[in-house]
């Protein structure tokens, strides 16, 4: 009899039991992953990259031989001095202003499908992806005259991949990819260190223009 | 009838203590604070619900300090997932009835 009476007012409320399993969806998603990370920013960071591989190139090529193209000269010969803060700089002015434009643009997207963007788990996806990102920063910087060029050029897009694996598991789920390419990208670059910097400028120029887009189709944002 | 209704647990009819669980389920432990973030509920709301949890054996509390202020943690317990995963099947299996 009791049963009976739950069971009636249970089965009359259909429209509660989908508003609870939709408040269960949509809580376990958002208290476990930053859903805000915006595919244009992706894009941005894509065309600042190639950007900076084009500057990378003049630097480059306004130092050293024309048959050297796509290489990177030795740090560790005094002559190169100049040549390599210049193109260290050029990488850092890449870094920044992609990382300014996806919390530019995140923040946005937050903002508009009304979400926090500043939540627990923001932080944590951070501290997973400055820690690889940070040591990769210090062990190229440690490093950099003692080994061949192209290494330390290997070096940004391996570390770079491996904290973009590290902080997906707090983000889309396609970003893993994106890190498991990025490391690929930086293993192929130590083969062919002839061709150095369009390998980097396919890293994280093209790499990031194709996932951008992907990723603002298919989140729309 | 009666099996789907053995698994819709009265404990979680109210939406905050289903947003705990659900939260809980999949961070396993959380602060007071960042709970209240991601539910979007007052201080005394949220506390008696995580009290109403506690009591049924669903979470767990373990009070330490940091930095000497008080810090609370919450962790989902054995029997709480048990039961949140059969009341999530019950619900599903109530709304394909239909």
Redesign the interface.
């Known amino acids: 009899m009791c049963?009976k009476v739950?069971?009636i007012i249970?089965?009359n409320q259909?429209d509660q039991?989908?508003e609870?399993?939709k408040?269960?969806k949509k809580?376990?998603e958002?208290?476990?992953r930053f859903l805000s990370l915006s595919g244009i920013s992706g894009i941005i960071a894509g065309l600042l990259a190639i950007a900076g591989a084009v500057a990378a190139k003049l630097i480059i090529t306004g130092s050293s031989p024309a048959e050297d193209w796509y290489a990177v000269p030795f740090a560790g010969d005094p002559a190169n001095n100049r040549t390599v803060f210049l193109l260290l700089a050029d990488m850092a002015v890449v870094l920044v202003l992609s990382f300014g434009a996806a919390v530019l643009f995140s923040s946005r997207k937050a903002r508009k499908s009304g979400r926090?963007a500043w939540?627990?788990i923001t932080r944590r996806m951070l501290a997973s992806l400055f820690i690889p990102l940070v040591t990769g920063g210090l062990f190229i910087l440690l490093t950099l005259s003692r080994v061949p060029a192209n290494v330390t050029v290997a070096s940004t897009l391996i570390f770079y991949g491996l904290a973009v694996i590290s902080a997906g598991k707090f983000t889309l789920g396609e970003i893993h990819w994106l890190g498991v390419l990025e490391v690929a990208t930086g293993l192929i670059c130590l083969m062919l260190p002839q061709w150095s910097i369009l390998i980097w400028a396919v890293g994280f120029g093209a790499i990031h223009i194709v996932y951008g887009l992907f990723m603002h189709l298919r989140y729309k944002g | 009838m009666k099996k789907v209704l053995e698994n819709f647990n009265k404990a979680f009819e109210s939406r905050v203590r289903l947003g705990i669980m659900s939260v809980l389920a999949v961070n396993r432990s959380m602060d007071f604070i960042s709970l209240r973030e991601a539910l979007e509920v007052t201080d005394g709301n949220l506390a008696s619900h995580l009290r109403a949890l506690e009591d049924a054996g669903f979470i767990s509390i373990e009070k330490s300090f940091i930095d000497r202020k008080p810090n609370t943690k919450y962790t989902i317990t054995e029997e709480g997932m048990d039961s949140f995963r059969h009341h999530i099947k019950a619900l599903e299996d109530l709304i394909n009835k239909q």
């Open positions: 049963y739950l069971y249970v089965m259909p039991h989908l609870d399993i408040v269960i809580l376990m958002e208290s476990s926090n939540t627990p």
